[in-house]
């Protein structure tokens, strides 16, 4: 199809071409083809840019329009100016959403950055065959589903024959065994052990292949100057490794704000509210689990623009730190 | 960890044979191996576990010894039947094969008019399409509900798959560029000289040579829409048209305390993606840490 296009628009670009840097000896032959790349490029792109225009571009602006109104998904909707987010300023459950939901995404993105990178420096240390296997195990949670590591960890933690209480009994600590997921102050440390179960091997693959490009020679150069691992990995390791640890951090920020799937099928956000993140919160509001309310979608969608912007802002933090490390 | 080193020997780091010889290495690296070996045991521990109790007959859960005495298979016809898993099985077989191939199509030609061809406001609509690849799916559920409801798409597999093709190929795309932009431009010169049309150039030269990029793709495609939660729960509501993800998840409310049923019922559902782990792996850690290195 782009062959066709080209032949029906060829004299058109010949306009264009001087424009352009002027590496190539002009030539009508090299207008043509250069028409046939333009429209080409062109043509290559419409069905990624339609698709996101429809289904990603489009319900963006969707949901911030949205969040201005209070619709309910019946009727028409009317526009309340910024009620909803006064109103999610007012919301106990709302205000307690969003410390919950920055609590998990900073102690998630602590646990989750630095245990994997001492583990990536263990991993390299010891013999290359023990290091496979290693590597191979520990990145096989990423690939189960947060479904099925959900569940799995729910019966794991079950108040009364879950493994973990079981457990305790018999190593004699019997005293510490509880219902882990529906005490109030367990509830969010234990999702936080599933999520760093789940987000280990794969942070720990990456920061061990920012540890293979590290400059070996640097460490050399440590060692004749009697430089001991310790320090090496603080004056060396780290320094080496810090684009790679802003991509994680803000991995884990961001995966930290849009978290869902994990809470939402461990507890539902229970027990009540203790941890419920944004995403869980505006799921509720406007796909009501439980009690069979009204779909509150213009409230809801304020819930989506703010995990939007934190997920912006997590970007933002990314890119920022990348351009002064690259400096 | 290992203590200082103070011989002056100049070893690479990561040059194990030369290192054994050293008197104080091989306690440091054993002790450092021990740790490791202990963080692989518990990082297995609950899949193997899963496995375990999925073995067991249902009456040994609740007071049976961790290793189960006998081994029984039961649990699994049981969770086929009852679950209907054939059918969602085949349903999430067929909904990740097709949005894999989707992605595909879209991702390779996007990815190629990026690195390859010259054309105005390239870089402009490169950022736009890259800039919400962050966005996160419970942002978006509200207002992709809604307009799949005004499509007629609400409660079909292809509205689903409509979402999972459009939302996942700005990344695939991105990671197709990075993987064309290391082919030579010569080869799409060459290609033009000799008189080929820009298609035939991306058909024919340029995508035979794409393969390990595709892999990538592929495998973090897969994987990424096997797992798939949120949307596949909320915009199907047919029993029939779910794939496993969702009935998974409902199954932990119908039979909470079946538990080798349960347990049978999520092995069987990881059962494909091990496989694939297993067969592919390089593949698939080169997918996903690529994935989560190059934005």
């Given at each position: 199809m782009a062959t066709k296009n080209s032949l029906a628009k060829s004299s058109r670009v010949d306009r264009v071409r001087p424009a352009r840097r002027g590496r190539r000896r002009a030539g009508s032959s090299w207008g043509r083809l250069y028409g046939a790349e333009r429209i080409a490029g062109y043509t290559f792109l419409v069905p990624t840019v339609v698709f996101f225009a429809i289904f990603v571009g489009w319900p963006i602006l969707y949901a911030i329009g949205l969040s201005f109104t209070n619709w309910n998904g019946f009727g028409p909707a009317s526009f309340t100016g910024s009620a909803s987010y006064v109103r999610m300023f007012n919301d106990p459950v709302a205000r307690r959403a969003f410390v919950v939901t920055i609590l998990f995404a900073l102690s998630t993105t602590v646990l989750q950055t630095v245990i994997p990178l001492v583990a990536a420096v263990l991993v390299n240390f010891v013999w290359k065959a023990l290091s496979v296997v290693v590597r191979t195990i520990l990145f096989i949670p990423a690939i189960v589903s947060f479904v099925v590591s959900g569940v799995l960890w729910k019966l794991i933690y079950d108040?009364?024959?879950?493994t973990l209480n079981q457990a305790l009994h018999t190593i004699g600590l019997g005293q510490f065994a509880q219902p882990w997921l529906s005490n109030p102050s367990t509830v969010l440390p234990s999702i936080l052990v599933v999520s760093l179960w789940g987000a280990f091997g794969l942070n720990m693959l990456i920061f061990f292949a920012g540890i293979q490009g590290v400059d070996p020679t640097l460490y050399e150069v440590a060692q004749v100057d009697g430089a001991s691992r310790v320090q090496q990995f603080f004056y060396i390791t780290i320094p080496g490794l810090r684009i790679i640890t802003a991509i994680v951090i803000a991995l884990n920020l961001m995966n930290g704000f849009k978290v869902f799937d994990i809470i939402f099928v461990m507890t539902g956000g229970g027990p009540s509210h203790a941890s419920d993140v944004f995403g869980t919160y505006l799921y509720t509001l406007a796909f009501g689990s439980t009690s069979g309310s009204i779909p509150q979608l213009g409230y809801a969608s304020a819930f989506s623009v703010v995990v939007m912007v934190l997920c912006g802002l997590a970007v933002l933090f990314q890119v920022t730190l990348a351009r002064r490390a690259n400096r | 960890m290992s203590g200082t080193l103070t011989t002056p020997q100049t070893t690479p780091r990561a040059a194990p044979p030369g290192a054994r010889r050293r008197r104080r290495m091989p306690l440091g690296k054993s002790f450092v191996a021990f740790i490791l070996v202990a963080i692989c045991a518990l990082t297995i521990f609950p899949l193997v576990w899963l496995i375990l109790t999925s073995l067991r007959e249902q009456n040994t859960i609740f007071n049976g010894p961790v290793l189960p005495k006998q081994i029984t298979f039961q649990a699994y016809p049981r969770a086929w039947t009852a679950t209907n898993f054939g059918l969602h099985f085949a349903n999430s077989v067929w909904i990740t094969t097709v949005t894999v191939l989707g992605v595909l199509v879209f991702s390779t030609l996007a990815g190629y008019s990026f690195a390859k061809l010259r054309f105005p406001f390239k870089n402009l609509i490169y950022v736009i399409l890259l800039s919400t690849l962050m966005m996160p799916a419970t942002a978006l559920i509200i207002p992709l509900y809604l307009e799949l409801k005004k499509l007629g798409l609400l409660n079909s597999q292809a509205g689903l798959i409509l979402l999972y093709v459009s939302g996942s190929a700005p990344f695939a795309m991105f990671l197709m560029r990075a993987f064309f932009e290391t082919l030579p431009d010569e080869l799409v010169q060459a290609a033009r000289i000799d008189g080929a049309g820009e298609f035939t150039i991306f058909w024919r030269v340029i995508l035979p040579l794409a393969r390990p990029g595709i892999a990538v793709v592929v495998i973090f495609q897969f994987l990424a829409t096997w797992n798939e939660f949120l949307y596949a729960n909320t915009i199907l509501q047919n029993t029939g048209a779910l794939p496993l993800q969702p009935v998974l998840y409902s199954l932990m409310g119908q039979y909470q305390t079946d538990w080798p049923m349960l347990t049978a019922g999520l092995t069987m559902s990881i059962v494909p993606v091990i496989l694939v782990y297993v067969w592919m792996q390089r593949q698939f850690v080169a997918g996903l840490t690529l994935g989560a290195v190059k934005n």
């Amino acid at each position: 199809m782009a062959t066709k296009n080209s032949l029906a628009k060829s004299s058109r670009v010949d306009r264009v071409r001087p424009a352009r840097r002027g590496r190539r000896r002009a030539g009508s032959s090299w207008g043509r083809l250069y028409g046939a790349e333009r429209i080409a490029g062109y043509t290559f792109l419409v069905p990624t840019v339609v698709f996101f225009a429809i289904f990603v571009g489009w319900p963006i602006l969707y949901a911030i329009g949205l969040s201005f109104t209070n619709w309910n998904g019946f009727g028409p909707a009317s526009f309340t100016g910024s009620a909803s987010y006064v109103r999610m300023f007012n919301d106990p459950v709302a205000r307690r959403a969003f410390v919950v939901t920055i609590l998990f995404a900073l102690s998630t993105t602590v646990l989750q950055t630095v245990i994997p990178l001492v583990a990536a420096v263990l991993v390299n240390f010891v013999w290359k065959a023990l290091s496979v296997v290693v590597r191979t195990i520990l990145f096989i949670p990423a690939i189960v589903s947060f479904v099925v590591s959900g569940v799995l960890w729910k019966l794991i933690y079950d108040p009364n024959i879950g493994t973990l209480n079981q457990a305790l009994h018999t190593i004699g600590l019997g005293q510490f065994a509880q219902p882990w997921l529906s005490n109030p102050s367990t509830v969010l440390p234990s999702i936080l052990v599933v999520s760093l179960w789940g987000a280990f091997g794969l942070n720990m693959l990456i920061f061990f292949a920012g540890i293979q490009g590290v400059d070996p020679t640097l460490y050399e150069v440590a060692q004749v100057d009697g430089a001991s691992r310790v320090q090496q990995f603080f004056y060396i390791t780290i320094p080496g490794l810090r684009i790679i640890t802003a991509i994680v951090i803000a991995l884990n920020l961001m995966n930290g704000f849009k978290v869902f799937d994990i809470i939402f099928v461990m507890t539902g956000g229970g027990p009540s509210h203790a941890s419920d993140v944004f995403g869980t919160y505006l799921y509720t509001l406007a796909f009501g689990s439980t009690s069979g309310s009204i779909p509150q979608l213009g409230y809801a969608s304020a819930f989506s623009v703010v995990v939007m912007v934190l997920c912006g802002l997590a970007v933002l933090f990314q890119v920022t730190l990348a351009r002064r490390a690259n400096r | 960890m290992s203590g200082t080193l103070t011989t002056p020997q100049t070893t690479p780091r990561a040059a194990p044979p030369g290192a054994r010889r050293r008197r104080r290495m091989p306690l440091g690296k054993s002790f450092v191996a021990f740790i490791l070996v202990a963080i692989c045991a518990l990082t297995i521990f609950p899949l193997v576990w899963l496995i375990l109790t999925s073995l067991r007959e249902q009456n040994t859960i609740f007071n049976g010894p961790v290793l189960p005495k006998q081994i029984t298979f039961q649990a699994y016809p049981r969770a086929w039947t009852a679950t209907n898993f054939g059918l969602h099985f085949a349903n999430s077989v067929w909904i990740t094969t097709v949005t894999v191939l989707g992605v595909l199509v879209f991702s390779t030609l996007a990815g190629y008019s990026f690195a390859k061809l010259r054309f105005p406001f390239k870089n402009l609509i490169y950022v736009i399409l890259l800039s919400t690849l962050m966005m996160p799916a419970t942002a978006l559920i509200i207002p992709l509900y809604l307009e799949l409801k005004k499509l007629g798409l609400l409660n079909s597999q292809a509205g689903l798959i409509l979402l999972y093709v459009s939302g996942s190929a700005p990344f695939a795309m991105f990671l197709m560029r990075a993987f064309f932009e290391t082919l030579p431009d010569e080869l799409v010169q060459a290609a033009r000289i000799d008189g080929a049309g820009e298609f035939t150039i991306f058909w024919r030269v340029i995508l035979p040579l794409a393969r390990p990029g595709i892999a990538v793709v592929v495998i973090f495609q897969f994987l990424a829409t096997w797992n798939e939660f949120l949307y596949a729960n909320t915009i199907l509501q047919n029993t029939g048209a779910l794939p496993l993800q969702p009935v998974l998840y409902s199954l932990m409310g119908q039979y909470q305390t079946d538990w080798p049923m349960l347990t049978a019922g999520l092995t069987m559902s990881i059962v494909p993606v091990i496989l694939v782990y297993v067969w592919m792996q390089r593949q698939f850690v080169a997918g996903l840490t690529l994935g989560a290195v190059k934005n």
